[in-house]
């Protein structure tokens, strides 16, 4: 199966778990694993060698994953140190060592990647704004939902380019809620334009200001000024 191009991976279709199931048990566990072993080298070339026995290893691995899954797998290596979510894996050099410890890291990085997927798909759910919302009401539910999103990727352990993922997955959120990829990788850069970096975390009113201009750049609206009304759903928001 080729790589999923940039574009893919910005396309929440690709990887919504709700349109692609994933059967997992103790067998397809084992299957995994057997696959993985079978491409670690019996000898690593480590430092002196630039890890390319380790990186081939990794290559080999991530087609096994793509073309048994499909395309909703292919962020099981996106290492925290990329500015992505997975912890389990921290790529060929790091991560292939003996056969067995090396299957056991594919998995649980599959398995956390998945489960970061239900995860999200289950945030967009609960931030989306109702379908009849008005425009004044769904500026407050976008700007809420962009504060709560950005925050959602900096509290998933990315590292360098933490703003990489959130942008990505401010994109499948407006996607989720029915609007054209296109016209929301638009909205989103313009709402961000730079103003995040890497390695930096931002200060809570760059957050709530770029927020704020999601809103009311696909609204027209700025946000109500008083919650008092949203009181319970801005705390259920809070603690998740």
Not at 118 to 134: G, H, I
Request: net charge negative; proline share 5%; with cysteine.
């Amino acid at each position: 199966m080729p790589r999923i191009t940039a574009s893919g991976i910005r396309n929440w279709d690709e990887l919504d778990p709700a349109r692609h199931p994933f059967a997992w048990d103790q067998d397809e566990d084992a299957h995994l694993r057997s696959l993985v072993r079978e491409w670690v080298p019996h000898v690593l070339s480590g430092m002196a060698g630039w890890w390319q026995g380790e990186r081939w290893c990794a290559s080999q691995v991530d087609a096994i994953i793509r073309e048994r899954y499909g395309s909703w797998a292919w962020g099981w290596s996106w290492r925290y140190y990329d500015g992505g979510p997975i912890g389990s894996w921290g790529g060929g050099p790091s991560s292939v060592t003996t056969p067995d410890e090396t299957a056991a890291r594919v998995v649980a990085a599959l398995l956390e990647w998945r489960e970061w997927l239900k995860r999200t798909a289950q945030r967009f759910a609960e931030l989306a704004p109702p379908p009849d919302a008005s425009p004044e009401d769904r500026s407050w539910y976008l700007e809420r939902a962009c504060v709560r999103l950005v925050t959602y990727a900096l509290d998933s352990g990315a590292e360098g380019g933490w703003q990489g993922q959130a942008s990505i997955i401010l994109g499948w959120f407006l996607a989720a809620t029915g609007m054209d990829q296109a016209e929301a990788e638009r909205a989103v850069e313009g709402a961000i334009g730079g103003r995040f970096k890497s390695w930096v975390t931002p200060e809570r009113t760059l957050i709530d200001s770029v927020g704020e201009d999601l809103a009311v750049g696909l609204t027209g609206h700025a946000p109500y000024q008083d919650h008092r009304d949203r009181a319970a759903l801005e705390d259920l928001h809070d603690r998740y």
